[in-house]
Each structure stands twice: as structure tokens, then as C-alpha cells.
């Protein structure tokens, strides 16, 4: 698949925490016109799990092949826990 963009500011990716795949991450973060965005990285479906393993998920994605500032926030899009701790590092971060 091919992407075009334009004039983007930051970049939000939203995974289901028992579907994690650095494929797309990776590739996006290769790209030229996306490296002065900030990488906010949402694990979504947290309340589903027992526990996340920190060390797992940073393995998972390969974050230390990330280019660009990067932060890692599990997330509840059914509590909302996490949402907006993540959308404040993004706003600072811009
Ligand atoms: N328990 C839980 N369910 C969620 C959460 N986010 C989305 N869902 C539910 O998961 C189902 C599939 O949604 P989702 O995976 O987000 O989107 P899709 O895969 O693009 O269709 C829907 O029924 C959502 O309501 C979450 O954080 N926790
Ligand atoms: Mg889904």
C-alpha cells in the first residue's frame, strides 16, 4: 500500500493490545514526511487483559527502531482510561 500525506503534524496508532504487530509502525515511521511527528501509540482494550507486560510490548513493536518521539499509552476506548493522558503528551509534544 501506498500513503501520500501532507503537512502532517503527529501521528496517532491505535492496536488492540492482543494484536500487536510493528509492521505498519515501522513503515510509517520510515517515511520522509513524518519525521518531525510525534509518534503516540495507543494499546487499546487494556481493560480486557490482566496485566500488560511493559517489556513485551516495547519487544512487539520493535519501539527502539522508531525514529521519530515516541510514547507508548495503554488505553480503554470502553473506560477511557488512557485516552486523554495520551492526547496531553501528543499536545505537548507537538
Ligand atoms: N472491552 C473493550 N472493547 C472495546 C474497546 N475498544 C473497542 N472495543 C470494542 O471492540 C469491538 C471491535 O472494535 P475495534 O476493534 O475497536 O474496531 P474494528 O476492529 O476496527 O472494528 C467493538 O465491539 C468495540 O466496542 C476497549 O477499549 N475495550
Ligand atoms: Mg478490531
Redesign the pocket.
Known amino acids: 500500500m501506498q500513503y501520500f500525506f501532507t503537512n502532517i503534524k503527529a501521528v496517532i496508532i491505535v492496536f488492540?493490545v492482543q494484536n500487536l504487530s510493528s509492521d505498519l509502525l515501522l513503515k510509517l515511521s520510515n517515511y520522509e514526511e513524518l519525521q518531525n511527528a510525534p509518534f503516540l501509540i495507543l494499546i487499546?482494550?487494556?481493560?480486557?487483559i490482566v496485566e500488560p507486560v511493559l517489556n513485551e510490548i516495547f519487544q512487539m513493536l520493535e519501539t527502539d527502531k522508531i525514529k521519530q518521539k515516541w510514547r507508548i499509552q495503554m488505553?480503554?476506548?470502553?473506560?477511557g482510561l488512557g485516552v486523554w493522558e495520551g492526547l496531553d503528551w501528543l499536545d505537548k509534544n507537538l
Open positions: 488492540d487499546n482494550k487494556i481493560d480486557q488505553c480503554s476506548a470502553k473506560t
